[in-house]
Nanobody, 123 residues
Framework: VQLQASGGGLVQAGGSLRLSCAASGRIRSTYIMGWFRQAPGKEREFVSAITWNSGSTYYADSVKGRFTVSRDNAKDTVYLQMNSLKSEDTAVYYC?????????????????WGRGTEVTVSS
């Protein structure tokens, strides 16, 4: 499975960005797609996740109500719509795939990773 994240950039606080994660390869070996982020000097943290089949979604408390995760099964692509961005959202964002059916917030529980896309929110 190969994952490619895109859509990052520089945005002012209060603005919006939409990240995309295009998956290829044995996609159906993954059950859950997750978004993580890592700010400089910090550990990688869970942001959101979605299941391919039912589209069930999960969010970290810090982004709930501001971020929306979605997927397009026909395009094998997962999205992260980020609204009302704050300076503390600045980080490199990664998408990840997990084969097992349980949702996990630990990065070590995910099997596949794409290269990150950088998001910078200016205040």
């Amino acid at each position: 499975v190969q994952l490619q994240a895109s859509g990052g950039g520089l945005v002012q606080a209060g603005g919006s960005l939409r990240l995309s994660c295009a998956a290829s390869g044995r996609i159906r070996s993954t059950y859950i797609m997750g978004w993580f982020r890592q700010a400089p000097g910090k550990e990688r943290e869970f942001v959101s996740a979605i299941t391919w089949n039912s589209g069930s979604t999960y969010y970290a408390d810090s982004v709930k109500g501001r971020f929306t995760v979605s997927r397009d099964n026909a395009k094998d692509t997962v999205y992260l719509q980020m609204n009302s961005l704050k300076s503390e959202d600045t980080a490199v964002y990664y998408c990840a795939g997990r084969r097992a059916r349980s949702v996990e917030v630990s990065a070590r529980e995910y099997d596949y990773w794409g290269r990150g896309t950088e998001v910078t929110v200016s205040s």
